[in-house]
């Protein structure tokens, strides 16, 4: 096959690029410059975007024996990715950047123009594997829970995840770091990155006050008595305890979460631990790696990249929202992340949470 | 392999990689007072004789550089302060804005470190800059101006400048004129005493020498300011200890090109006319970029924009048939920027970033245009669809 690897100048893409190599592929490496000011995006070895990644990139490349070009990128980046991400929380939603950069740039642009250039695939250094199931393709978590990103994969339609190739898979990180070493790879200990690659000092509080500017509101309790205040609604998240600059203690001095994000009247609501508590939840833009259900499905949902998957039941209402329903309730459940879901080991599909059904409805205290 | 791409490199002349390797083996510092390095020194000083007699220049107006970049800063940053530092008022650039980055960069730093203000040529639409608009630039303020700076042959687009008149009107009003000839070398007959200039750039590794080599052609008189200090070499305009094995390369690749130069240019630009009518046989659309006149343009260039296409996947393209050649275009990090020597021509940037290097040189062949001549048409379809494919709406 003609396989198109993308490189980040990380250890990951590093080795999977390696081993389409070694499987005999006819391989070709980009980079993807995904900021518009290169050096302004992450400075030190951790992100994706840096001058250093690139150089990193190449010299994997050169080790390979493969030829590297670089792909800008960034126009598209910053509509579908960075605007997005700062839409979403001006909307009061939590995004997941990661998942939208793979679902709009990675397997989309890319994926469309290395198709068009006689590609057969995008070789990436994702954690999850590809299954030929009887079907046709399936799309399964990896081997290794702690790196599995079949969560952020979760987007990718049966087509796109026919043009994609993910050889690390079935392999933990360790043995990848290893690999990487032994193939003479100069990236074997660089270290993971965590944060948001295009929020270069990692405060993104700060990233988006300066996108969004100082919006002042009260945050509130359940009943609407003002707690509190804050600068912006988008430095919140659904679920979130820590932070809240609250001036009076709960009743029953128990620590209080945000429970609901209204940008319109700038209010964060507040309450219990037991108010988080979600029994389904709705969501849109439903995407699906296999046949669309007709019926009601039981699966495992994921509700957010680094989070237990919890048994419920799915289906797709008349407006074409997805609807799930939760065997037991679960915490802490933020619109704008994605839920998606699995068979087993398998990604069904996923659909953006757009809003929760809580397990208690509230019921508001007597006022003595 | 079709290497297309001599612009940017060119493979070592027979001659110039005997003297290189002959010298590689050898001990002397060419400053040393001993045995050794009087034998070295001698190298280097045949060597400068052969290099003034290529170039029309007297040996004493050679200073040896690490390269074209390095020249090009000394002519222009030296230029500019030791005439700042005569007469305080003279702060004025006249420069074309097509030149090489090492040219345009220094001005550009000058501008905002040292107080420069640089005056921007006009360009047309072939890539000429006119003597006239010289005249025109300098005759404003006379005074005020420091320095002219116009390359003689634009390495993207091949081209060629008519530098001896932009010379004489400099001249006129005693303005010292620098020029980069690093791509004219080898192509074009360049005379550094029947040019006018009062400093040139040549570089080592476009005319079959080495690389990490390069010269100042300074004429005697013009002061400049050393960029580096140290022991003295080269006029004390250029510290550093002499690279002898690169100098007698460099040197041998410089007489080689001048006795060839009746035979070598008119058979590269013999091959440069049949891959440009073979691809615009191929691709009826594509636009040849800069002067179509023989007279007017480097016998090995041939630049096109191919409309529909992105520049970075007919390279890639390309690449993949083993045909090496050039988007032409600056790069950092290395994303591809629209070249600014297409946007002075007036080009939109959607053609400037569809836009393709070939040139060519001595080891070119005709087995290469057959190679462009069947992989381009192919080629440029198939970025076609990839850039439809990915087209933003």
Redesign the interface.
């Known amino acids: 096959m003609r396989v198109l690897a993308a490189l980040s100048g990380g250890v990951d893409s590093a080795v999977a690029a390696s081993r389409a190599v070694a499987a005999g592929h006819d391989v070709?490496a980009v980079?993807l410059?995904l900021s518009r000011h290169?050096q302004s995006y992450r400075t030190g070895a951790r992100g994706c975007c840096t001058?250093e990644d690139?150089r990193d990139a190449?010299r994997a490349a050169d080790v390979l024996g493969i030829?590297f070009?670089?792909?800008?990128l960034?126009?598209?980046f910053a509509?579908d990715v960075v605007d997005d991400f700062v839409a979403e929380y001006a909307a009061g939603r939590t995004p997941n950047p990661c998942l939208r950069c793979n679902e709009k740039v990675k397997f989309s642009?890319v994926l469309?123009?290395a198709?068009?250039?006689?590609f057969d695939a995008v070789c990436t250094g994702h954690y999850a594997r590809i299954v030929d199931g009887p079907d046709g393709r399936e799309l399964h978590r990896a081997v290794d829970p702690g790196k599995d990103q079949s969560y952020v994969l979760g987007v990718l339609t049966v087509e796109q995840l026919a043009g994609a190739m993910f050889p690390l898979g079935d392999t933990l990180k360790t043995d990848v770091r290893h690999e990487a070493a032994a193939r003479g790879l100069a990236v074997a200990e660089k270290p993971d990155s965590h944060d948001i690659c295009f929020i270069s000092d990692g405060d993104t509080a700060g990233f988006l006050r300066r996108a969004l500017g100082d919006a002042p509101g009260d945050i509130v309790d359940a009943e609407g008595t003002v707690v509190g205040s804050h600068e912006g609604t988008y430095g919140f998240t659904v679920g979130q305890r820590k932070g809240m600059r609250i001036d009076r203690p709960a009743a029953d001095g128990k620590p209080r979460y945000v429970l609901d994000i209204s940008p319109v009247d700038r209010r964060v609501t507040v309450g219990s631990r037991e108010d988080l508590a979600v029994a389904g939840l709705e969501g849109v833009r439903p995407r699906w790696c296999g046949p669309v259900p007709e019926a009601a499905v039981d699966c495992l949902v994921q509700v957010r990249a680094h989070g237990d998957a919890t048994a419920a039941t799915a289906w797709l209402d008349g407006d074409g929202l997805l609807v799930v329903d939760l065997v037991e309730p679960i915490l802490g459940v933020a619109p704008g992340q994605a839920a998606v879901l699995y068979d087993g080991t398998r990604v069904l599909g996923s659909a953006t949470i757009d809003r929760t059904v809580p397990a208690v409805v509230a019921t508001p205290s007597t006022v003595s | 392999m079709a290497y297309l791409d001599h612009a940017a490199t060119t493979p070592l002349l027979p001659e110039a990689l005997d003297a290189l390797t002959d010298e590689l083996g050898r001990v002397g510092n060419p400053s040393s007072l001993h045995a050794a390095g009087r034998r070295a020194r001698r190298v280097v000083e045949e060597s400068r004789e052969a290099l003034a007699e290529a170039l029309g220049a007297r040996p004493s107006e050679i200073v040896f550089t690490c390269g074209g970049t390095e020249a090009d800063n000394l002519a222009v940053k030296g230029l500019y302060w030791s005439r700042l530092a005569a007469d305080p008022s003279r702060r004025r650039i006249i420069a074309s804005p097509i030149e090489h980055h090492a040219v345009l960069d220094p001005l550009r730093w000058l501008e905002e470190h040292e107080g420069a203000e640089v005056v921007w040529l006009p360009v047309d639409r072939l890539g000429r800059v006119s003597a006239a608009s010289v005249e025109e630039a300098l005759a404003a303020d006379p005074s005020s101006v420091a320095l002219v700076t116009v390359m003689w042959a634009n390495n993207e687009v091949g081209t060629v400048q008519p530098i001896e008149a932009i010379a004489a009107a400099a001249r006129r009003h005693g303005i010292p004129v620098h020029s980069d000839a690093v791509q004219a070398v080898g192509q074009l007959p360049v005379d550094f005493a029947a040019s006018g200039l009062d400093a040139m750039t040549v570089s080592g590794h476009k005319i079959g020498g080495p690389h990490g080599v390069g010269a100042l052609v300074l004429g005697r008189g013009v002061e400049v300011t050393p960029l580096l200090h140290g022991g003295g070499q080269e006029r004390d305009i250029r510290s550093g200890t002499l690279d002898t094995p690169a100098i007698a390369g460099f040197a041998a690749a410089a007489a080689s090109a001048a006795a060839s130069l009746g035979v070598r240019p008119a058979r590269t630009a013999a091959l440069r006319d049949s891959l440009v009518a073979a691809v615009q046989a191929a691709v009826p659309g594509a636009v040849l970029n800069g002067d179509p006149a023989a007279a007017g343009r480097l016998p090995g260039n041939a630049h096109f924009s191919f409309p529909g296409c992105e520049g970075d996947s007919l390279l890639l393209l390309l690449d993949a048939r083993d045909i090496e050649c050039s988007t032409g275009s600056a790069c950092s990090a290395g994303v591809a920027q629209p070249s600014h020597v297409l946007l002075a021509m007036g080009a939109d940037p959607d053609l400037a970033r569809a836009s393709l290097r070939f040139s060519l040189g001595h080891t070119s062949t005709e087995a290469d245009v057959a190679a462009v001549a069947s992989a381009i048409g192919p080629v440029v379809e198939r970025a076609r669809g990839a850039r439809l494919a990915t087209q933003r709406h």
Do not use: I, Q, S
């Open positions: 070709t980079h410059a290169p001058l690139a190449r030829p070009y670089v792909w800008d960034a126009a598209e509509e642009a469309d123009r198709r068009a250039l006689g």
